[in-house]
């Protein structure tokens, strides 16, 4: 018994010392208690585990990196001094119900050779000691392989992406390019994308240029990125000089290649933003530059420079350009600036154009042009044998006369005037003495006349009567052309007319008062035409006469002889002028003897009664000392 129970102590020792070898990489304070496959975390996993083997390894701890291409395979960390080895088996995981609502969740195991790519798996590690007994259950693993990866290279033009995947079906492409270090740019959309490769070329790009890229393959819009393998950054190749060509647009000189050239150095600078195309450039010859040689320069990222000559013929020649300058006065030049390299000359034709109507007449050489029209001409361009090659864009003119007018008053009455015009202009004044349409409209008030000017002068005479005399005018004189005034405000002068002739009275009224006395009135317009405005009475009886003055027209003459007949005249009179005069006769009333003895009676008892009581005034004063 004692021999036996030295052999059962010897085992016991030596189960301890193997189990301190097997735990002695892995084992911490406090370690948590291994997971078998009794745990929750796997029920549905349907393997036998021994619990009986020595637990020598926290589950948790273990590193597990799952595939990301195929074929598939996991890598873990295993203890290294515990024989152990893993199996992977995976299910397919539904992780929406409302997609696949009569799924648990998951269906049955799979194998590592039988999982397909763009499938999201849960999978889980059977780790088996030397004798392939399952003695734990790894952490779960969630993996879904979508694509492998890609290349770049470049190629003439831009760079080549070659994706490489596990894809049974086209699956879209989205490629995001953008140069390194700026915003990135819109998605180029490629062919699809298909099981074991494809390649897609992106070009236009710019030489000499670090891209970077977003490479994804969109399998049911679930973007799942790819990943770069290429080992050197993905720049594309120097540009040449063979790779750049002539191209035209707009009357510019331009350039063009599969390269996007937009960023290079050019001598002159390039015209930016204009529209002729992918990938070209323009440069815009100057004035100096048509009908000659020119050279540009393109300095490509190797500090390489291409020069390239273009012979600018007159076709770069844009008339929209051309400055025209429409004449103002005459004689008539238009001024044009043509090329000076082109030996071009121009010759200008024009149209009558009146705009209400809408109507152009005959052409006319510039010589016939009139002043206060309207015209549109056109410059015929002509080479050095006078033939026409280009015509320039419409010139709009119309010369508007400076006209000024110097008037003086050479003769004045009382009813009229005469006014002598001078006119001058420093646009036209090649021209204004022969002008036949021009002509004037003088006008005084309601009185006007219309002149022309004197034949082959600038002098005209305007003779406007129907005037008031003494009267305040103003005189203007409004130039016209054709039958269209000319000018924004009249030329104006002030004047007088002379004296003339008072208007008559009228409604003369004589009545006699007293028997012998006469009462004149009369009525007047008050038009004195002059100055001391009074009217004149004239009382006429055989030879004599008595004349009366006053500012109104109301007289009176008394003690005149009894029953006598008299004659009146009244007139208005100014400084210089009387009017006619207007004459009625009237007669002075009759007195009778009887009338006389009463008057003389009445005159005695007056004196009487006036000597009575005098004289009773006189005694009672006599008394009363």
Not at 22 to 47: F, I, K, Q
Not at 208 to 213: I, M, R
Not at 567 to 587: G, H, M, Y
Not at 599 to 608: K, M, Q, R
Request: overall charge negative.
């Amino acid at each position: 018994m004692a021999g036996l129970r030295g052999v059962k102590i010897l085992l016991l020792w030596a189960g301890i010392i193997g189990l301190a070898k097997c735990y002695r990489p892995y084992t911490t304070d406090n370690a948590p208690t291994p997971s078998s496959l009794t745990s929750t975390e796997v029920t549905w996993l349907t393997t036998t585990v021994d619990n009986t083997t020595p637990d020598c390894l926290d589950v948790k701890n273990i590193n597990q990196t799952a595939p990301t291409q195929f074929p598939v395979e996991f890598k873990a960390e295993l203890p290294p001094n515990c024989n152990l080895s893993i199996d992977y088996t995976c299910h397919v995981s539904y992780p929406r119900r409302d997609y696949y609502p009569w799924f648990d969740g998951f269906n049955e195991a799979k194998n590592l050779s039988e999982l397909e790519p763009f499938m999201d798996y849960k999978c889980i590690g059977l780790i088996k000691d030397t004798n392939n007994v399952n003695v734990y259950n790894t952490t779960e693993v969630k993996v879904r392989i979508n694509c492998g990866n890609y290349t770049v290279k470049p190629i003439k033009f831009g760079l080549q992406i070659n994706i490489t995947s596990s894809a049974v079906n086209p699956v879209p492409t989205s490629i995001m390019i953008h140069e390194e270090g700026k915003p990135q740019t819109a998605a180029r959309s490629s062919a699809p994308h298909s099981n074991p490769s494809s390649s897609h070329e992106i070009k236009q790009l710019k030489p000499c240029t670090k891209y970077e890229f977003n490479v994804t393959l969109d399998d049911k819009d679930r973007p799942t990125p790819c990943e770069r393998m290429t080992v050197n950054d993905p720049i594309t190749d120097p540009i040449s000089e063979h790779d750049i060509e002539d191209a035209n647009c707009y009357f510019t000189v331009c350039y063009q290649s599969g390269w996007d050239i937009s960023s290079l150095q050019t001598t002159p600078d390039m015209i930016p933003d204009l529209q002729c195309g992918n990938n070209t450039v323009c440069f815009k010859p100057g004035s100096d530059d048509i009908c000659s040689n020119m050279t540009f320069t393109f300095t490509s990222c190797t500090n390489t420079s291409f020069q390239f000559d273009r012979n600018i013929t007159r076709d770069f020649l844009d008339v929209k350009n051309i400055k025209q300058t429409a004449p103002t006065q005459f004689p008539i030049e238009f001024k044009a600036e043509l090329h000076p390299n082109c030996n071009l000359s121009i010759d200008y034709t024009c149209h009558g154009y009146y705009p209400e109507f809408h109507i152009f007449n005959e052409a006319m050489n510039l010589s016939e042009l009139e002043p206060f029209m309207d015209y549109e001409c056109i410059g015929l361009i002509k080479d050095k044998n006078n033939v026409n090659v280009y015509n320039t864009t419409e010139v709009k003119v119309r010369i508007d006369c400076d006209l000024k007018i110097d008037f003086t008053i050479t003769s004045t009455t009382n009813t009229s005037s005469q006014l002598t015009c001078t006119t001058t202009s420093n646009r036209c004044k090649d021209v204004i003495q022969n002008l036949p349409k021009l002509s004037f409209l003088c006008r005084c008030g309601d009185s006007s006349q219309r002149v022309r000017l004197l034949n082959q002068t600038s002098v005209g005479t305007c003779y406007i009567t129907d005037l008031q005399p003494y009267t305040v005018y103003t005189c203007w004189v409004q130039p016209y052309y054709l039958n269209d005034w000319e000018g924004r405000n009249p030329f104006s002068v002030k004047q007088k007319t002379e004296i003339g002739v008072p208007e008559d009275v009228h409604n003369l009224k004589l009545e006699v008062k007293d028997h012998n006395t006469i009462i004149v009135t009369c009525n007047h317009s008050q038009i004195f035409n002059g100055p001391e405005r009074i009217f004149k009475a004239q009382l006429h009886y055989g030879g004599s006469s008595v004349e009366r003055n006053d500012e109104t027209c109301e007289f009176e003459f008394k003690n005149l002889k009894y029953s006598t007949n008299y004659t009146v005249k009244v007139t208005a009179v100014n400084r210089l002028f009387e009017s006619n005069p207007i004459t009625k006769q009237i007669s002075t009333e009759y007195v009778n003897a009887g009338m006389g003895f009463h008057v003389f009676h009445i005159l005695l008892t007056s004196g009487a009664l006036l000597l009575v009581v005098y004289k009773i005034y006189d005694l009672r004063f006599r008394k009363s000392e």
